[in-house]
């Protein structure tokens, strides 16, 4: 900027610590995400151990679920070779594997929010001719800003995810090649309470779902399909620290306004905190990003349904409580499935089960298993709501 009174931030060396901060580490953050994100999951408290007996009941019922999984999906639900194993983690446990398998589309989404000037030696005090100068220093410094507020952020959903998540697949998010499905008992637990399920009933349920999930996004194209698409999403957000800059300059105009509590309301909308706008590479991905999870949720609620109704005797109850749950999700929720590209909406769910439901009235269950058989047999868009199409298209 021209001269010192001129600087929004005289007096405020906290913003001056930040933009230094972020010379000295890369473009996200992760040491502070990670404190963030354990900070919520704990309460700040520490956590008890597992109970020893929740483990065994959890082993006892995943080995049951793996083999009726096996059986009616025709999937190996292994991805290594060896037996599926569903493990009880702390919500601590839990934080630290997540954070790992987001941190590559984090990274993506920092490095495409990166300001314009950041590595090109552009002074950001300058004062470019004609620009009103507070604007100007808002919209650059909010351009370097972003991937470190990119980063809390991602440390805050996934803090707040392990206080919902029952485990490792309640988003369609694959994971590295593991046999080892986690799941979460302090949050299972109370579900079950809440709704006054049997207990053994419900990790049953949690069992056999995780490990469709797993068996699905196991198969390698599925897997790798669904993650490029991911990365892709990530990696086409556009910065627009102009927009940025326009709507923190106006901070404390209205008389009696507090700048402060404006700056707080400014930071928790996704729009400000990512300094993104959807661009239209983004409006390509996302159908086809959509259709292939819509795709592997309809499957999977089938395939559970097949085999729960045999298994589980509160199983409609269970799937009920279930079904609300997820398409009630909370603010996180809202928020990391909007960082994804994913509309996990009602419509969502009903799109792909009426894709599956379809295919199997015309084909039966030999036509359904031929869905995951190929990369290039994966259904359209179009297809999705006309599985006619899907089914001509792969008999040609």
């Known amino acids: 900027m021209g001269s010192d009174d001129q600087n929004p931030f005289e007096g405020m060396p906290f913003f001056g610590d930040m933009l230094r901060m972020l010379g000295n580490q890369g473009p996200v ?26 483990r065994i009941r959890f082993e006892q019922l995943s080995r049951v679920a793996d083999l009726q999984v096996a059986a009616a999906t025709g999937l190996s639900t292994s991805t290594t070779g060896r037996s599926v194993t569903v493990t009880p983690l702390l919500r601590s446990q839990w934080v630290m594997s997540t954070l790992e398998v987001y941190k590559p589309l984090v990274d993506a989404m920092a490095q495409a929010l990166r300001s314009p000037t950041e590595g090109t030696g552009t002074d950001i005090t300058a004062d470019p001719i004609g620009a009103d100068p507070t604007e100007a220093w808002f919209s650059q410094m909010m351009g370097l800003l972003s991937p470190m507020l990119l980063g809390m952020t991602a440390g805050s959903l996934v803090g707040h995810l392990s206080t919902r998540s029952f485990g490792s697949f309640d988003l369609p998010v694959p994971r590295p090649p593991s046999d080892d499905v986690a799941v979460l008992p302090a949050n299972i637990e109370p579900f079950g309470s809440d709704w006054s399920m049997d207990g053994d009933d419900l990790r049953l349920w949690v069992c056999l779902h ?103 005797g509160t199983y ?77 298209r792969i008999d040609l």
């Open 29 to 54: 953050q992760w040491d502070g995400a990670r404190q963030l994100a354990m900070s919520i999951a704990t309460g700040g408290e520490s956590e008890p151990n597992i109970d020893p007996l929740e």
């Open 316 to 392: 409609p109850q269970i799937t009920e409580a279930m079904r609300r749950r997820r398409v009630e999700a909370n603010a996180s929720d809202r928020f990391v499935t909007r960082l994804l590209g994913l509309d996990l909406t009602q419509d969502h769910f009903d799109r792909g089960r009426a894709f599956v439901d379809g295919v199997v009235e015309r084909s039966g269950t030999e036509g359904l298993e031929r869905l995951w058989s190929a990369p290039e047999v994966l259904p359209t868009p179009n297809e999705l709501v006309a599985p006619g199409l899907w089914l001509a």
């Open 210 to 312: 995780q490990i469709t999930n797993h068996a699905v996004l196991g198969v390698p194209h599925v897997g790798q399909t669904l993650n490029r698409l991911l990365l892709d999403y990530a990696g086409a957000f556009e910065s627009d620290p102009d927009a940025l800059g326009s709507r923190f300059a106006d901070l404390g105009v209205e008389p009696g306004s507090d700048p402060m509590a404006q700056f707080q309301e400014l930071l928790s909308d996704p729009d400000v905190v990512l300094g993104a706008v959807r661009s239209d590479r983004q409006r390509d991905i996302q159908p086809l990003l959509q259709t292939l999870v819509a795709a592997v949720g309809g499957y999977v609620d089938h395939i559970m349904d097949s085999v729960g109704t045999r298994l589980i």
